[in-house]
């Protein structure tokens, strides 16, 4: 390459770092937000957010960086890295630029009037609070799409934003197949005889315990905590300012053993991921994970395929009885099962891993026809109730255990769902790939050598951070395309197993 083109892209991403320093910033913000600020500081701490935002949004979308796209656009063999850094920031772009200003700070303002009266609806358990504002934010994203253009369907639009590549045309054939195939081994759950007591999960568990458990097994799994802090908030989130500085939270219920646990786990999947991106993408915009649905797939992975395996426990279970005298006369085969329950719920959030994803297959099919057709929000708790009936065999009592749950569409995250269910499939699709590569790989975690397992995924997925989009990583690191069978024949060994089907 010539010096014009080298200075150029030295050039592009000293202008990229700023826009990373930002974003560093104000996740700190954030994060301390979310942690431990005061009451009394929330409004300011918002404002700043605001101000940084809004100088986030000047160098996105400034004379400088059109300049930049233009040119390295017309460059031709690009190498991976390059080519990857050009393509995210035009998408980042055109999706900013192609919607007027004025109506994207109406839009601004309408998605957080809506998380307010959500939250208000929520609290009442009423619909009819929420009704109006979702209709707006329904318009808004409707009326953005015209503005960023559709092929097929205008859900694929919402969609690839968080899942580049994934269509409703694709979503349609892998959801349907897992939807009828988990409702399948539901049925047969329901009426197995194996019933299984979850008590002693329920006896006191002191924080402290919890909390230093919980950090035992993150560190065993390679979460690296001089690069990365546990703490507690409301809900549980991961956030990284950079690779260096990974932070992830949990919640804390002193009668509930698996709940910090598990989502410990998961959210350390996630931390992991972002810790083990290369310093070499510093600059690019491309130092965090491939997308939504990748994500999920290491959260899930660790949480579900590795967290909640037999052999996994062949390793913690005896450390669980040492830390916790609530499970002495507890055996092995009873503990696996308490943490494997299945329970047909309300809650997507206190699902299991099977159901787990009907709930988000339901709220793509909704989603899907809101965007897509012209469904009345009059009618959205009676779609809702509906499914959870034809699905789950439950039906909610209020609005609040209902479609007031998720807090997503308050914001206009009309097309993330999707995500949570993909990292199921993309996961089991890795494990598979994994058991090839690593054909003593349970016998390693029996062990306690979960660093096999990190180090599979570092090299497969997490070295490589944004650039490749998810249809070409699963193809190089599977050799296959997104399939819904790994992770149906795993919950189908894994349930029929447990419940003596
Ligand atoms: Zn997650």
């Known amino acids: 390459m010539n010096q014009e083109f080298n200075n150029m892209l030295n050039e592009f991403k000293a202008y990229l770092k700023d826009i990373e320093y930002l974003n560093s910033t104000s996740a700190v913000l954030y994060w301390d937000m979310r942690v431990c600020i005061p009451k009394k500081a929330i409004p300011y701490r918002g404002e700043i957010l605001g101000y940084l935002s809004g100088e986030q949004y000047k160098l996105q979308t400034s004379d400088k960086m059109k300049e930049f796209i233009e040119y390295f656009s017309a460059c031709d063999e690009l190498d991976d890295v390059t080519k990857s850094m050009v393509e995210n920031a035009k998408k980042e772009y055109d999706q900013t630029m192609k919607i007027p200003e004025y109506r994207y700070k109406e839009y601004v303002i309408a998605t957080s009037n809506a998380e307010a009266a959500w939250e208000d609806a929520k609290e009442k358990s009423d619909f009819a609070i929420f009704k109006p504002h979702l209709q707006k934010v329904i318009d808004f994203n409707k009326e953005f799409i015209e503005y960023w253009g559709y092929k097929d369907s205008k859900y694929d639009t919402l969609l690839d934003f968080y899942e580049p590549g994934i269509t409703t045309e694709k979503l349609d054939v892998l959801f349907g197949e897992l939807r009828d195939a988990i409702v399948n081994l539901l049925d047969k759950i329901q009426n197995s005889d194996v019933k299984i007591?979850?008590?002693?999960?329920?006896?006191?568990?002191?924080?402290?315990?919890?909390?230093?458990?919980?950090?035992?097994?993150?560190?065993?799994?390679?979460?690296?905590?001089?690069?990365?802090?546990?703490?507690?908030?409301?809900?549980?989130?991961?956030?990284?300012?950079?690779?260096?500085?990974?932070?992830?939270?949990?919640?804390?219920?002193?009668?509930?053993?698996?709940?910090?646990?598990?989502?410990?786990?998961?959210?350390?999947?996630?931390?992991?991921?972002?810790?083990?991106?290369?310093?070499?993408?510093?600059?690019?915009?491309?130092?965090?994970?491939?997308?939504?649905?990748?994500?999920?797939?290491?959260?899930?992975?660790?949480?579900?395929?590795?967290?909640?395996?037999?052999?996994?426990?062949?390793?913690?279970?005896?450390?669980?009885?040492?830390?916790?005298?609530?499970?002495?006369?507890?055996?092995?085969?009873?503990?696996?099962?308490?943490?494997?329950?299945?329970?047909?719920?309300?809650?997507?959030?206190?699902?299991?891993?099977?159901?787990?994803?009907?709930?988000?297959?339901?709220?793509?099919?909704l989603e899907k026809a809101i965007i897509n057709g012209d469904v009345n929000v009059d009618d959205l708790p009676d779609m809702w109730n509906e499914k959870y009936k034809e699905y789950l065999g439950v039906e909610p009592k209020s609005d609040a255990e209902g479609i007031l749950q998720d807090m997503h569409w308050s914001g206009g995250s009309f097309g993330y769902f999707p995500s949570y269910a993909l990292g199921n499939l993309y996961g089991a699709q890795f494990l598979n790939a994994m058991k090839k590569d690593i054909p003593d790989l349970y016998e390693n975690i029996k062990n306690g050598n979960l660093n096999v397992i990190h180090l599979w995924l570092k090299d497969n997925i997490h070295q490589y951070g944004k650039v490749y989009k998810p249809e070409e990583l699963i193809k190089k690191v599977t050799g296959d395309t997104l399939s819904s069978k790994y992770f149906i024949d795993y919950l189908n060994n894994k349930y029929s197993e447990i419940y003596n089907l």
Request: proline share 3%; hydrophobic share 35%.
């Open 197 to 365: 007591d979850v008590s002693p999960f329920n006896k006191s568990f002191s924080k402290e315990s919890q909390d230093e458990f919980g950090k035992f097994v993150l560190q065993k799994m390679g979460f690296d905590f001089n690069a990365g802090r546990v703490d507690e908030s409301v809900h549980p989130f991961t956030i990284n300012f950079d690779n260096k500085d990974v932070r992830i939270t949990t919640h804390y219920y002193e009668n509930e053993f698996r709940s910090a646990l598990f989502s410990s786990i998961h959210e350390g999947g996630h931390a992991i991921y972002e810790q083990d991106v290369p310093d070499s993408l510093k600059g690019t915009l491309l130092a965090s994970g491939a997308s939504m649905g990748i994500h999920e797939s290491q959260s899930r992975f660790y949480e579900n395929i590795i967290g909640r395996s037999k052999a996994f426990w062949t390793c913690f279970f005896p450390e669980v009885q040492k830390r916790f005298p609530q499970f002495k006369d507890v055996c092995f085969e009873d503990f696996y099962k308490g943490i494997n329950v299945v329970n047909s719920s309300l809650i997507r959030t206190e699902s299991d891993e099977l159901t787990y994803s009907l709930h988000i297959i339901i709220r793509y099919e």
